[in-house]
């Protein structure tokens, strides 16, 4: 049985507040965990497959030009080196997030610094490593590949936003602000790098990846292998973090696919971290321009913000810098606008929260020197300037809680309310003091199926070829059908990431919770509808729980030996053309900055997020934990270096780009406000794996300024950039 | 010189090529994956094991440097059927996310307890001399070397806390 929902107006009541088994929004353990902490669940490359080759990818040593020659004779009598492919289906970039097509080909020719051009197969990896190391190739260069973004020509990326004057605002503002703020390049580093194993019987294809939207990525495998979807199965079961970086089919599944259809063997491909951060995806740096114009008052009656990003040529994706600058705050007189400057270095794409992750940063400083100039409390600024529609589009919200993030927010951290000034705390060398910042993160939601089969056993099984990339879709779709079907977490099985299943949005946008779940429910609607008639009540009277119909039978009884299965289709519908929706939150941080090194410390952080239903209290925490630790690292250490001659990444590992470590991250509160927004979803669910990073780099370096009068304007605020602002009185 | 290398409680030979790591001796020769690699350069710790009770980064050893020695990997701290109190307590804080650096997090932990109660000072410790305290600094310090970008570190730190209070009772 198929049942699709249209999500064509609000979902106002929802059945899962009707029911009884009391575990969806609690904070249950995922069902994944004890495979993990146990290390028995298998990761791409762990699958244990007889014979199968490994396959190491080559890299390119110039920027632009064409791979003339590849000298398989240069390695072949190595030992143990069973082939060089070098073949015109490899591919030379990792697909934009739902491409559904394949990326850049051939990879022959080359666009970047290490740009995978060919791979080596051998029995082992020593021998395939080695025998890459030796692999003579042969290029024409081209010389006149531009790497510097500010050198570049810029394009702009769609009509921007324009209304009224605000040059005008500007002048007649009472208080402005005029800043340009700049975030370096970022690399999503997941822990598990890119890894596939491909195995070819002659006729189909069946690839255990490491990727994070199967549904689109069997499109863009298919497109780039020249083969029928049919022809091919994608696993990925667990995956080991992705944050954008796994959105797009990247070069090792094409090259694993490649070979194991040439060589009639399985090969493995795992990239190497150093091709993790050289091949797959960068966040764009961002040169962005705040202007801010505002009455006696705060009131915002100007709004720009300009951001300038990169890419290479031919590629559509642009970070999004202004997403929820179009709507955040009010302002009559807007000027936004976004431009591409065509470079080469590697692509550039998705990293968790693209976007808001560099734009919110920026604009919350901004709102920061605001607050300054107008002499009021930050967190006041930012009430008086929640706009009741969307000042450009005249749009109601979906529901919108930034004031309520704000205020529980800054009471549950003992916020100082009131006009704020620099160096006011200090201990032996180091300043101490604190920021805050807004939260936000659009929401999206995308189509999405799930087959939900009640068994003649008394279990449930939810299928769909869904990721959980760590975010913890196994716990929340055991929940959904937990609730629905009256079932304890321990009768219901989730089976995901296998392209045999009906097809989910995958993970990514902060789309997957809510897309997936309301397919799970929809389902399970059916499901109960079925159950319903079998006991002879409506749906609306049948009360399940703990395995029992209302009356006592056992689901088991009233079954007799038959399943019940249903596949949900959810799709977004005429709404989501009708409001703005969104993640809220705020920030709040307290710093120490040392006044001779210019080193800050993250003393204690709060984060109070509102993303609609909470679905699972424990893993929707760790969801905003990772983003305020993610926030950490902009803010603090995380920038990619290049080469201003080659465009060639020059931190390109661990030890060089310094994620966040387990020093690094203090005691972090977070406030889950736990809501229901009817138009985000048929669950009433929102998106929370992106919200807790868009903005929170704001609040440590509005911090850094409170503590120690260091307006730091270039993120990340590394020691040089703190001393080099730190006032002379400090 | 010992042929052998010994990974929880069984013999395996040492391989013939001489440059497999101790990691990729593990996840390719003996097949046991837990072990995760996430940069082979020493950089993550996702690959963390105990040698000889003591842990260290496999991708930065080679197999035939471990004649003799005797490898504890995750799979050897326990099981889903019988997890260790670390493990459990990982599962209960959420101490990951997608997983993947957790078994190189739950061996370098078992090992860095081992090392708090020898007494061993660290970066974050009051003193040098005496009892080490396991304040939620020393967890931190002493885990920095296992990074985890799903930044699960708080609830890594509180199930190291938990498990090391349950053993303590
Ligand atoms: S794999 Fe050994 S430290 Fe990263
Ligand atoms: S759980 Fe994903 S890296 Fe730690």
Redesign the pocket.
């Known amino acids: 049985m198929n049942i699709h929902v249209k999500q064509d107006e609000a979902a106002k009541e929802c059945r899962l507040d009707d029911m009884k088994q009391g575990i969806l929004g609690r904070d249950v353990s995922r069902p994944d965990g004890l495979p993990k902490v146990t290390g028995t669940a298998p990761y791409a490359a762990e699958y244990k497959i007889d014979g199968c080759l490994e396959g190491v990818i080559v890299t390119s040593t110039i920027v632009k030009g064409e791979v003339t020659n590849i000298d398989a004779s240069s390695v072949l009598d190595m030992p143990g080196v069973e082939a060089v492919i070098d073949d015109p289906r490899l591919t030379a970039r990792a697909a934009q997030g739902t491409a559904g097509e394949a990326p850049a080909q051939p990879a022959r020719k080359v666009g970047y610094f290490g740009q995978p051009v060919a791979v080596v197969v051998a029995r082992t990896f020593e021998e395939a490593r080695d025998a890459a190391k030796h692999l003579k190739i042969e290029y024409r260069v081209e010389d006149d590949a531009i790497v510097d973004p500010e050198e570049a020509d810029a394009e702009a990326q769609g009509d921007g936003t324009k209304m009224g004057d605000l040059a005008e605002a500007m002048n007649s503002a009472r208080h402005s602000v005029d800043v340009v703020i700049t975030t370096e390049g970022h690399n999503s580093a997941?822990?598990e790098p890119h890894a596939a194993i491909a195995e070819w019987d002659g006729d189909k294809l069946t690839v255990h990846a490491s990727l994070q939207m199967l549904n689109y990525n069997i499109s863009e495998l298919a497109d780039s292998l020249d083969l029928d979807e049919e022809k091919i199965r994608l696993i990925a079961r667990y995956v080991?973090?992705g944050f954008g970086s796994k959105l797009g089919v990247s070069e090792e599944t094409v090259a694993a696919c490649v070979a194991a259809m040439e060589l009639q063997r399985p090969v493995r491909v795992v990239m190497s971290r150093q091709q993790v951060f050289q091949c797959v995806m960068r966040r764009s740096e961002t040169r962005q321009r705040l202007r801010l114009a505002a009455d006696e008052d705060g009131k915002l009656i100007g709004f720009g913000h300009e951001a300038r990003v990169s890419n290479l040529p031919g590629e559509e994706f642009a970070e999004p810098v202004l997403q929820s600058s179009e709507f955040l705050y009010r302002g009559e007189n807007r000027l936004l606008e976004l431009e591409v400057a065509r470079i080469h270095r590697m692509t550039a794409g998705s990293v968790r929260a693209p976007g808001e992750a560099v734009g919110m940063p920026a604009l919350e400083a901004a709102m920061d020197m605001l607050a300054e100039k107008v002499g009021i409390d930050p967190v006041e600024l930012r009430l008086r300037n929640i706009p009741e529609r969307h000042p450009a589009k005249d749009l109601p919200f979906t529901d919108h809680s930034l004031a309520e993030c704000l205020t529980k927010g800054a009471e549950a951290f003992g916020w100082d309310k009131g006009p704020r000034k620099p160096m006011q705390k200090r201990e032996g060398e180091w300043w101490i003091g604190t920021g805050m910042a807004s939260a936000a993160r659009v929401h999206n939601v995308s189509e999405a199926k799930a087959r939900v089969t009640l068994k003649a056993d008394g279990t449930a099984l939810v299928e769909t070829d869904m990721t959980d990339i760590?975010t913890g879709t196994y716990a929340i779709l055991t929940q959904l059908a937990g609730e629905m079907l009256g079932l304890p977490v321990d009768k219901v099985l989730v089976d995901l990431g296998d392209t045999n299943h009906p097809r989910g949005p995958g993970s990514g946008g902060s789309w997957g919770a809510a897309s997936i779940g309301s397919a799970v429910f929809v389902a399970c609607e059916a499901v109960r509808k079925q159950v319903a008639e079998k006991a002879g009540v409506s749906e609306n009277e049948l009360s399940l729980s703990d395995g029992r119909v209302m009356n006592g039978a056992t689901l088991t009884d009233l079954l007799d030996g038959a399943d019940i299965s249903a596949e949900g289709h959810y799709e977004p519908g005429a709404i989501s053309e009708d409001y703005t929706a969104s993640g809220f939150g705020a920030f709040f941080a307290e710093v120490r900055v040392n006044r001779y090194t210019g080193e800050t410390r993250v003393n204690r952080m709060l984060g109070s997020f509102g993303f609609g239903r909470v679905l699972n209290a424990k893993t929707a925490r760790s969801q905003c934990l990772g983003g305020v630790t993610w926030s950490i690292g902009l803010a603090l250490t995380e920038g990619l270096k290049f080469d201003p001659r080659d465009g060639h990444l020059a931190n390109c590992d661990l030890a060089e780009y310094h994620v966040p470590v387990n020093r690094d991250v203090p005691e972090v509160e977070i406030l889950l406000l736990d809501g229901r927004d009817p138009l985000a979803s048929a669950i009433q669910a929102k998106g929370v794996g992106e919200l807790g990073m868009c903005g929170g780099a704001a609040a440590i370096a509005n911090a850094i300024y409170n503590a120690c009068g260091a307006r730091v304007l270039d993120y990340p605020m590394t020691p040089d950039r703190v001393i080099a602002a730190m006032p002379e009185n400090a | 010189m010992t042929e052998t290398i010994t990974v929880n409680e069984t013999e395996y030979p040492i391989p013939a090529d001489p440059r497999v790591s101790l990691l990729d001796f593990l996840r390719q020769h003996v097949g046991l994956t837990g072990t995760k690699k996430g940069c082979d350069h020493g950089q993550c710790g996702a690959c963390t094991v105990l040698v000889n009770g003591m842990r260290i980064n496999s991708c930065l050893s080679l197999a035939v440097m471990h004649g003799g020695d005797s490898v504890t990997t995750i799979e050897g701290l326990g099981n889903p059927e019988n997890p260790s109190a670390l493990q459990k307590a990982f599962v209960e804080h959420d101490g990951?996310?997608?997983?993947?650096?957790?078994p190189g997090?739950v061996c370098s932990a078992t090992a860095m307890l081992q090392e708090i109660d020898n007494g061993w000072p660290s970066d974050a410790s009051e003193s040098l001399e005496g009892e080490v305290e396991l304040t939620a600094d020393e967890i931190r310090e002493r885990m920095s070397g296992n990074?985890?970008?799903?930044g699960?570190y708080p609830n890594i730190v509180a199930a190291i806390r938990d498990a090391a209070k349950e053993d303590a009772a």
Not at chain 2, 96 to 102: A, E, F, R, V
Request: aromatic fraction near 12%.
């Open positions: 997941p822990m080991g973090g760590g | 990951y996310q997608c997983g993947y650096c957790t997090q990074l985890c970008r799903c699960a």
